[in-house]
């Protein structure tokens, strides 16, 4: 039995198994038989789901939950569209990118055209962990550099490579010799009389200088660029700017992670850097790309492509096969069709409104933050001292769990409750949860 | 334009692109504009397919062509079975491992017991590479070392960490400072008066040695226990076993990569492994595991699993969700209710009978090897000095795709062609390649 892990918010305690009912114990001890120790569950008393549709999640005893948090099947659970387009697919022919194949040439160029920046091209993966890795593997060969640098409790994936670069898994994991973190561009912590935007370029030229005392050429800055796992942080729009000309003029290449802000999810933009203004080198993207099947990829400058694709050839089995085309030609389409960008950036405020609105009332809530359907909200034990309510939060995930509403916490103390809906999300599911979590938080 | 890639066989020539038909030439124009330089198409001619079905191709005009070559679709491309259970576990749920779900448990489980090994534990990801990945970083947490001994053209994925254990991307890509490599088990070419398993054995002892002379702590043996990319060399059974006592004596562990030879595909057994009576400490597994779907994983000690998960977390958003076990658990099904490995076995002998034939019809021929569904002919330009015929492989090669026969080369001189049929492939498959592979080889 491992200890719950203090790293990871809302995992469940092995320890406490005995307390569940039967059924569940005898599948997680199964479970633990055949998966073993490397895999966590959720919540004090895991969840059990059988089916989903649209915003909701339904147990095996048919119970619905509100689902405010899987940002994979953003576009809705089990949509009828993209279903259809795999069966489809995958009825049809499934092979990969060594013949040629209209269905990824047209969604390569579909999905290029969202980024709006001519002369990138596409490479495919089936994670994002595998896109960034790659994205490392291009900027390491373009600039002859090494060196790479990541905010303090980055999540980057789960490759030797892009792991090493994910201080946010703890002391459990070692950080890469090539490897600098910079703080977190902090909203809510940030030193008096100093913006965000000044702090953070400030930073990066640090660790810039750190990799350059060590005789390690920068390759990348690596960002998520709503820093969600160091806790959420969106604003000011334009912060980016000034880190991002820093890596440039020290000959590294900027690097947007996408895999949790992509897809629309910001709701003013379908990027989370096109509410930056800049222009990343390479885009690396995931999660919801295909809606839940394994789709994910980068979108890199040519010039940077050539470099590599001249030296080295790529070839990802799975990668671009025509079936994952069909996934991720099919999620692009309904967010269009169903205008979804436009839902995540007017519902998002909604809700945002809503949860600045119980921060009134509640002293617990410390801040509101986020931008579109994703939403940060970190609870303090003071206001003044801002000491992270881990605990709090804590109960609140499982509170909010009791009510059939699923959500969970981040950021390094676990007290950032993080809200990410499906892009369907409504203003009466926003109620549900606004109302929902008033009454939790009144019952402390 | 980059030059055919000199390193991979049957690579399309994008210098010859004028000389295709107008409606390929704009495809791969649109291709290359969207995808860039490191996609490389297969063919003198490359190929549009439409549509597959059992062991059968069909182009953009109808044509079928014989599928000697996709070893993923390996129960047969668009199998009914693994598409329905694709489909219909999609409109009901896919979620993520952090719920409870059977699927998850009760493919474990199946999976866990095809490999005969009790006390292993399985863990998911989508890809072979990411497979290997974890596998690597499995061994380096519990034997505290660094060092990985593969053989001299291996190949074991993409990310940074087993593309640098992947000699067979030659020059371009770097071998970690922590890697070394071994000659091939080569039956075919191999020092007169040793037996392979001698050599063999005598090369890795030799491998560790230098390792530790440099320091370096070994963690593993990473095999693809069909040997692959090497050039196919699956005999004499049992020639593995001095290798692994040897890893096993120096602290290290032993990883089977089976992610070629694995799920029946080798005949007389489930896995590669089985036939050479070793016990891997871990077994990475993927292509043919979801028939297509992106699916891929590991089996590893308990042990080995306990010393990682205790210390670490690994969530693979995608690994073992519901859709990729449905995926899974169909495959098992089918090779299981279809009687695929016997055919294999059976079948493969046949196969292997029938091209043995006609080596003693065609000098071309040096060598014929290979085990149930994956075989390896080699043609040298002389049968005494053994030089490669890597030219006329891919003549052959491209005039068995003018007959509409699929297959391709390997080897680090990419004179060695490559069976890998799909598991249903029956004798009327195999006398249609052999009299055709006849009939090219009559036509030099």
Not at 128 to 154: C, P, W, Y
Not at 332 to 350: F, K
Not at 376 to 392: H, I, S
């Amino acid at each position: 039995m491992n200890p719950p892990d203090q790293r990871m918010a809302n995992a469940f305690d092995p320890g406490t198994l005995a307390s569940l009912p039967a059924r569940e114990q005898a599948l997680i001890r199964r479970r633990q038989q055949a998966l073993g120790q490397a895999y966590r569950l959720f919540y004090q008393q895991p969840l059990h789901l059988l089916r989903g549709e649209g915003v909701w999640l339904y147990d095996a005893a048919g119970q619905p939950y509100l689902d405010v948090y899987n940002n994979v099947a953003s576009v809705g659970h089990s949509h009828p569209q993209v279903v259809q387009a795999i069966a489809r697919q995958a009825a049809t022919l499934n092979t990969h990118t060594r013949y040629l194949d209209e269905g990824i040439v047209d969604y390569a160029e579909r999905l290029l055209a969202t980024l709006a920046m001519p002369g990138h091209q596409a490479m495919f993966t089936c994670t994002g962990s595998e896109a960034n890795d790659l994205a490392l593997r291009l900027a390491s060969n373009f600039t002859g550099g090494q060196g790479v640098i990541v905010t303090a409790h980055a999540y980057h994936g789960v490759t030797s490579s892009v792991a090493a670069c994910s201080p946010a898994f703890g002391e459990g994991v070692a950080l890469g010799p090539n490897v600098r973190t910079v703080p977190t561009p902090d909203s809510y912590r940030g030193v008096a009389g100093e913006d965000v935007a000044t702090r953070f370029t400030h930073d990066v030229q640090a660790a810039i200088a750190d990799l350059q005392r060590h005789g390690l050429r920068p390759a990348a800055l690596l960002v998520d660029t709503l820093f969600t796992s160091d806790g959420v942080f969106a604003d000011p729009p334009g912060f980016l700017a000034g880190a991002v000309d820093a890596i440039h003029a020290a000959g590294g290449l900027f690097i947007a992670d996408e895999v949790q802000a992509g897809f629309a999810r910001s709701g003013s933009h379908f990027w989370g850097f096109q509410r930056h203004g800049v222009q990343p080198d390479i885009v690396t993207m995931g999660k919801p790309m295909g809606n839940g099947h394994p789709l994910a990829g980068l979108a890199a400058r040519a010039d940077i492509i050539d470099a590599f694709g001249s030296r080295v050839r790529y070839f990802n089995t799975f990668g671009g096969n025509p079936v994952s085309c069909a996934a991720g030609m099919a999620v692009l389409e309904v967010i269009e069709q169903e205008g979804l960008q436009h839902n995540a950036h007017v519902t998002g405020a909604y809700l945002k409104a809503g949860l600045q609105a119980l921060a009134g009332k509640h002293e617990l809530i410390g801040d509101v933050r986020g931008a579109g359907f994703f939403l940060g909200v970190e609870l303090v034990n003071d206001r003044q001292g801002k000491q992270p309510a881990t605990a709090a939060a804590s109960r609140v995930v499982n509170a909010l769990r009791e009510r059939r509403i699923l959500l969970s916490a981040t950021g390094p103390a676990g007290n950032i409750l993080k809200l990410r809906p499906q892009l369907p999300f409504a203003r009466e599911h926003a109620d549900l949860l606004l109302d929902a979590l008033d009454a939790v938080l009144a019952a402390r």
